[in-house]
């Protein structure tokens, strides 16, 4: 379980983030929305631990998360960053491997069994045939998927996705979300930021609204995703049309015209 | 296209060493052949060294050839063993000792030891540590000042230690003492081989052997570390530990290499590509191979020093010569691979 209570944060004298209290429950998959600069970013990385907040606690299965060592938190909260090129190029295999290092003593290599299990891994995930191939060389949709590989591998019971579907078409964006929604049924925690809110709409059980660092709406998707309250978050009218949310244009010539 | 795995190609990299130091002891002034060799090897064997001690080639195999080969490849081996420490630990292609201005910081500290200790080399280490850290130290605060994860910051802010130091180094130069003092500031800096003896080799072994078990180490989460500092963290790694254990493992090496052979430059930034473009980027294989490509090449370049012309040209000369065009020709054909 991971909380937050009374979550400040600044950079120097701006203040990102006020009073966030947060809290999700194994099983449970969570979408953070908000415009641009509302904060998602800054919560994020609050509650992984790379950031320290000014005030307020977050605590992970009970434990004050300021007091444990970036491996104990490695082992509970796995980070799925956006899909990018490595400046030094590995093989998949290799990417995937270095999930277990949570678990493993300083100076220790990954043993036999780790490399089965990645290979397993890679197997479930269906892009096994990929283990030799360069990280660099494959292409974005699979880049993501073997960065998930590697969250899987890391054990841990939260798994933190920042606007993973940023570099992704269409059907590797729903692939990702669907073996997210897949792993949530597995118990664990997903926790992704968004842009688009037709698809934590579609993939979340639970959506929280952050406006210039506060949370303005936050429940059940259903109850949260009204309307009214995304017009709030991004300060645009919105209409809801058949669960798609659209932008209200007033210029109807830049809709597509049913013939 | 027949496909060598990373391992053997280290064999490979190896044995070829093995054949250019065999090379190098029979190449020189003094005319030594296999006869020769064949010849000590069976005195040694029969009547121990005391049968080998009148052979004039024993003499020039062992104090001179030997003790110089040996010293060449260590110190090859630490510059390319630190400048692939370094490349992974600021996760930038394009930083070596030479960039992030440790040689010349190292480089400053060998010209006061000269100036100031009596000569004696164990001050001219020390004093080359402490000024090679100081320099790496500063080069890596000023790129935080000026804006942190840019690579292109930490160059910018190695060449400026690079130019204070070398400023100072001109300084020493000019205050030193031009009988005395100022040929020896001046050789050593410029560098080369042709005064190490085995106090030199005995010296850089144990740092160089200690540096290379140390970052080897680490060598599993010195992979995850170059993904960056934020995702490694997020994968458990303890990031400041490892990057001061390896900085500091990294600089004493290169503090090592300039006290023995002054300011090689280049090999520290040429070698890890090349090593890296044949094996990989995985430091269990890439470490080795960098470590043994460095040894062979600044063995290459040594020879070449000592034979191309009758007196012999300081090191850096050749390998700058070399060095410089190669790497030129590397950023021309090697665009995508993250340089920016």
């Not at chain 1, 990018?84 to 036999?112: A, C, R």
């Not at chain 2, 410029?190 to 060598?219: C, D, H, K, N």
């Not at chain 2, 790694?237 to 990294?250: A, G």
């Not at chain 2, 030129?328 to 995508?336: C, D, R």
Request: charged fraction near 15%.
């Amino acid at each position: 379980m991971l909380k937050s209570k009374n979550l400040n944060f600044s950079y120097r004298d701006q203040k990102v983030l006020r009073n966030i209290n947060f809290e999700a429950e194994k099983g449970e998959f969570v979408s953070i929305l908000g415009a641009n600069g509302s904060g998602k970013t800054t919560f994020f990385q609050c509650m992984q631990g790379l950031l320290t907040p000014d005030a307020g606690k977050i605590l992970l299965d009970g434990e004050n998360i300021k007091k444990m060592t970036k491996k104990e938190i490695a082992r509970k909260i796995a980070v799925v960053p956006q899909e990018s090129k490595n400046i030094f190029d590995y093989q998949v295999l290799d990417m995937v491997l270095m999930g277990i290092n949570p678990w493993l003593s300083f100076t220790e290599q990954p043993g036999v069994d780790s490399y089965q299990k990645a290979e397993e891994i890679l197997a479930e995930l269906e892009i096994l045939e990929l283990k030799n191939k360069s990280f660099n060389k494959i292409s974005g949709g699979e880049r993501q998927l073997v960065l998930i590989a590697r969250a899987i591998m890391q054990k841990s019971s939260i798994l933190f996705l920042d606007e993973p579907n940023s570099h992704l078409d269409f059907k590797n964006t729903h692939l990702i979300l669907k073996i997210m929604r897949e792993l949530s049924l597995k118990n664990k925690i997903i926790i992704t930021a968004l842009h688009d809110p037709n698809l934590a709409y579609q993939y979340s059980d639970r959506v929280i609204i952050l406006k210039a660092g506060k949370i303005i709406a936050a429940g059940p998707v259903k109850e949260v995703m009204t309307a009214d309250n995304l017009s709030r978050a991004y300060e645009i009218e919105i209409n809801k049309e058949s669960s798609i949310f659209s932008l209200a244009f007033q210029n109807s010539r830049l809709l597509k015209q049913e013939a | 296209m027949i496909r060598i795995a990373a391992a053997e190609k280290i064999i490979i990299i190896g044995l070829l060493l093995m054949a250019l130091i065999l090379i190098s002891i029979l190449i020189g002034n003094y005319d030594l052949g296999l006869a020769d060799l064949s010849l000590i090897l069976s005195e040694l064997l029969s009547g121990g060294l005391e049968a080998v001690g009148d052979n004039p080639a024993w003499s020039v195999l062992y104090y001179i050839r030997l003790p110089r080969i040996f010293t060449v490849v260590l110190v090859g081996s630490a510059l390319s063993i630190s400048g692939a420490a370094y490349q992974n630990i600021f996760r930038n292609p394009l930083v070596s000792p030479d960039i992030l201005g440790v040689s010349a910081g190292a480089g400053l500290g060998v010209a006061l030891g000269l100036l100031y200790s009596s000569g004696s080399i164990i001050y001219v280490y020390l004093i080359a540590f402490i000024t090679g850290t100081a320099a790496v130290a500063i080069t890596y605060w000023l790129s935080q000042l000026a804006g942190g994860k840019n690579t292109m910051f930490m160059v910018l802010a190695g060449i400026v230690v690079s130019s204070l130091a070398n400023a100072l180094i001109s300084l020493l130069k000019y205050l030193a003492d031009p009988m005395q003092n100022l040929p020896g500031i001046v050789f050593y800096l410029m560098g080369g081989f042709a005064r190490s003896g085995w106090q030199e080799f005995y010296l850089l072994l144990p740092v160089v052997l200690i540096s290379l078990t140390v970052i080897l180490f680490l060598r599993w989460q010195l992979n995850i570390f170059s993904l960056g500092e934020k995702e490694a963290a997020a994968l458990g790694v303890d990031t400041e530990k490892i990057k001061l254990i390896v900085i500091v493992f990294s600089t004493v090496m290169v503090a090592a290499a300039t006290a023995a052979a002054g300011q090689v430059s280049w090999i520290g930034l040429v070698i890890p590509h090349i090593a890296r473009f044949i094996v990989g980027s995985k430091y269990k294989y890439y470490l080795p191979a960098s470590a043994l490509l460095g040894g062979f090449s600044l063995l290459l370049m040594d020879n070449l020093a000592r034979t191309v012309s009758g007196a012999e040209i300081p090191i850096s000369i050749i390998t700058a010569l070399i060095g410089a065009p190669f790497f030129a020709y590397l950023l021309i054909t090697k665009k995508e691979s993250g340089w920016s």
